[in-house]
């Protein structure tokens, strides 16, 4: 199992370019959450996907959109990029029942916005 | 006041050395407690999954859960330099797909 796969792993943007980012999960998991890290702010959460078809905003969702293609894929959209969402992005499948329902992190993707 | 709090470090400790890292929070609501390590550059990884309170070990790691004091703690015994890393405590109430983070303490353990 590859489990949580992220891709790409680097990206530069400049200001107004849109891009995505694109997560998958081979975990059979029904969750899915996108995250971005900054030092000294922890993760917080964009969006989330409770299971396929459904997803709801979190603690910073502006200026982003998801569509969850399917169980498997969950993926994170900048429709015009700027500086300030220079980050860290996580994507994180969870399952459910016991230590398999919680979140297990894909190895994220280092986003720069010039 | 933050949810969660987090001690950011950095603490060192030198090999062999027992190392104690902790969060406090504030809502009494919450249920399950984890604690991640993230590798520099890299995705964080679960280490250690607690439901409500009480302790549970898995190897050299202990974490425990004090809910009348809302604490949570993670112990490493005998440390190595492989477990130099930042070290996440994450928690949720029942029935809800959202996680509140600490900030994470970074661990450096010296050879």
């Known amino acids: 199992n590859a489990g949580v796969t992220q891709t790409p792993k680097f990206q530069v943007l400049k200001t107004g370019q849109s891009m995505t980012l694109q997560c998958a999960q081979d975990?059979?998991?029904?969750?899915m959450y996108w995250y971005r890290q900054d030092p000294g702010m922890g993760l917080r959460l964009i969006y989330y996907?409770?299971?396929?078809?459904?997803?709801d905003k979190g603690e910073v969702p502006n200026g982003y959109n998801v569509s969850r293609l399917n169980k498997r894929e969950f993926s994170l959209r900048l429709e015009s990029a700027a500086p300030s969402q220079t980050s860290v992005y996580f994507c994180a499948s969870r399952g459910v029942g016991g230590q398999e329902g919680e979140q297990y992190f894909g190895p994220g993707t280092r986003l720069t916005v010039t | 006041q933050k949810e969660v709090e987090q001690d950011p470090g950095p603490l060192s400790v030198p090999e062999g050395a027992i190392v104690s890292l902790n969060c406090t929070y504030s809502n009494s609501a919450f249920q399950y407690f984890m604690w991640y390590r993230q590798y520099s550059r890299k995705g964080p990884e679960l280490l250690m999954y607690?439901?409500?309170?009480g302790n549970k070990e898995d190897g050299r790691f202990t974490a425990q859960v004090d809910k009348s004091s809302k604490y949570i703690s993670l112990f490493i015994r005998d440390s190595q330099p492989s477990d130099s890393a930042t070290y996440l405590c994450?928690?949720?109430?029942?029935?809800?797909?959202?996680?509140?983070f600490g900030t994470g303490t970074r661990l450096k353990v010296l050879a």
């Open positions: 607690t439901y409500s309170s």
């Open positions: 975990m059979n998991h029904n969750s």
């Open positions: 996907s409770a299971s396929e078809g459904t997803t």
């Open positions: 994450a928690m949720r109430t029942s029935g809800t797909y959202k996680y509140i």
